[in-house]
T-cell receptor, first 113, second 115 residues
Framework: NAGVTQTPKFRILKIGQSMTLQCAQD?????MYWYRQDPGMGLKLIYY???????DKGEVPNGYNVSRSTTEDFPLRLELAAPSQTSVYFC????????????FGAGTRLSVL | RKEVEQDPGPFNVPEGATVAFNCTYS??????FFWYRQDCRKEPKLLMS???SGNEDGRFTAQLNRASQYISLLIRDSKLSDSATYLC????????????????FGQGTILTVHP
C-alpha cells in the first residue's frame, strides 16, 4: 500500500541548478499539495492542485512551478536553485478539500550550496 | 499575529505524566481543526481531529473553544513512544465558502518523554 511516494529522498544542488521533485499517489485523490518545512518551523504551502490540469499558488510559490497532467502525479520544479530553497519538501494528497485529511509522503531533503 | 500559534516547548516529562499543549488561531472563520504528529525527520501524520464537543482517543483528548479560538491536546499516562513534535493544524475557507483544504500549521510543540 504505497500511498504518497516522493523521489528523491535527498539531493544537493549548486546555486542556479534546476531539478524536479517527484510526487505520486495511488489513492485516486483529487487534491494534492506541496509544502516546505524549514528547521523549527511549521509547514508552508507552496502550490496545490484540486484535480488534473488545475493548479494554484499557495503561500510561498516564488521560485517554484508545478504541473498536474494526471491524477496520480504532481511534480514540483525548481528552476534556478537558491540557498533560501534549502528545506525539507513534503507532498501530500487528500480525497476531499476542506474536510479532508491529508496524507504525506516521506519528504525530500534538499540542500542548495 | 501568526495564524496559528503554539508554545514550541520543549516539554520534558517523565513516563506516566499528563501533559497538555495549547494552540490559538487568528481566523475566526476557520472550519476544521486537527492535531498532527511528526516524528524526528519524518512526515506529519494525523493524530486526531478536533470537534467542538471535544473528543477522546485512548490517552489523547482534544478540545476546541471557538469563542476563544483555542485548541488543546491532553496526553495522559505518557509513554516513551509519545516523544515527537505535535502540530496544531487549522483548515480555513476561501472566498465563496469553498475550501481547497488549505492547512495552516503551527510551528509545533516538541515533547520528550523520559524514563
Amino acid at each position: 500500500n504505497a500511498g504518497v511516494t516522493q523521489t528523491p529522498k535527498f539531493r544537493i544542488l549548486k546555486i542556479g541548478q534546476s531539478m524536479t521533485l517527484q510526487c505520486a499517489q495511488d489513492m485516486n485523490h483529487n487534491y494534492m499539495y506541496w509544502y516546505r518545512q524549514d528547521p523549527g518551523m511549521g509547514l508552508k504551502l507552496i502550490y496545490y492542485s484540486v484535480g488534473a490540469g488545475i493548479t494554484d499558488k499557495g503561500e510561498v510559490p516564488n521560485g517554484y512551478n508545478v504541473s498536474r497532467s494526471t491524477t496520480e502525479d504532481f511534480p514540483l520544479r525548481l528552476e534556478l536553485a537558491a540557498p533560501s530553497q534549502t528545506s525539507v519538501y513534503f507532498c501530500a494528497s487528500s480525497l476531499a478539500g476542506g474536510e479532508g485529511i491529508q496524507y504525506f509522503g516521506a519528504g525530500t531533503r534538499l540542500s542548495v550550496l | 499575529r501568526k495564524e496559528v500559534e503554539q508554545d514550541p516547548g520543549p516539554f520534558n516529562v517523565p513516563e506516566g505524566a499528563t501533559v497538555a499543549f495549547n494552540c490559538t488561531y487568528s481566523n475566526s472563520a476557520s472550519q476544521s481543526f486537527f492535531w498532527y504528529r511528526q516524528d524526528c525527520r519524518k512526515e506529519p501524520k494525523l493524530l486526531m481531529s478536533v470537534y467542538s464537543s471535544g473528543n477522546e482517543d485512548g490517552r489523547f483528548t482534544a478540545q476546541l473553544n471557538r469563542a476563544s479560538q483555542y485548541i488543546s491536546l491532553l496526553i495522559r499516562d505518557s509513554k516513551l513512544s509519545d516523544s515527537a513534535t505535535y502540530l496544531c493544524v487549522v483548515v480555513g475557507i476561501i472566498a465563496g465558502g469553498t475550501s481547497y483544504g488549505k492547512l495552516t500549521f503551527g510551528q509545533g510543540t516538541i515533547l520528550t518523554v523520559h524514563p
